[in-house]
């Protein structure tokens, strides 16, 4: 008699101990992230002043107008490909920190679907009689929830390959249109 009760318990505690895992693990991923996009910025910070420096030598020590526009417009090039890069490595850490946590997520619920479906079966054994279309009804929304969450997930890949796609259309036109060094 005292079954379900405990059933129930054990469940919600081990989907209290998933749910901390999966934040421990997303938390994780995010410092990583964030580390990587420190340290990109820090570097990126730190060869941009570094060629700011030598840039404004330079053009402090030009003799004349033409030499001047001469040097400035091989200047725009480098900068270009600079910031293409940049936002490429960008890029590429959001993509991957995205894809980890669509992972992590996936495998969450799923699991916590496994188990929920479980803890029906295991409850509906011990069902009093009569109770079978409240347990079919809950089936069907475990499995509607269920298609639900599939469905957003499809879509959120879509949308996300979408604008992958469309940065990546971005960049390589830009990267077309990038004068050449004179």
């Known amino acids: 008699m005292f079954a379900i009760p405990e059933q129930f318990s054990n469940a919600t505690k081990s989907a ?5 895992a999966l934040y421990s693990a997303l938390s994780a991923k995010t410092f990583d992230s964030v580390e990587k996009l420190v ?3 820090l570097s990126t910070a730190k060869n941009s002043l570094a060629d700011s420096t030598a840039t404004a030598r330079a053009l402090l020590a030009v003799k004349n107008p033409q030499e001047f526009i001469s040097l400035s417009t091989s200047k725009v090039q480098p900068a270009a490909e ?18 980890e946590f669509s992972k992590a997520a996936e495998s ?9 479906l479980s803890l029906v079966d295991e409850v509906t054994k011990n069902a009093p009689a009569g109770s079978e279309q409240f347990v079919s ?8 929830a269920s298609a639900g969450y599939e469905h957003i997930s499809k879509t959120a890949k879509q949308a996300a390959e979408t604008m992958e796609n469309n ?3 971005a960049v ?4 077309a249109k990038m004068p050449t060094a004179a």
């Open 16 to 20: 209290f101990e998933a749910q901390f």
């Open 39 to 41: 340290a990109l910025n």
């Open 82 to 99: 600079k910031a293409l890069a940049y936002g490429r490595e960008v890029n590429a850490i959001v993509r991957g920190t995205g894809a």
């Open 108 to 116: 969450q619920i799923v699991e916590a679907n496994r188990k929920v």
């Open 137 to 144: 009804a809950m089936k069907t929304a475990i499995g509607n």
């Open 167 to 169: 940065v990546n259309t």
């Open 172 to 175: 390589s036109q830009f990267a």
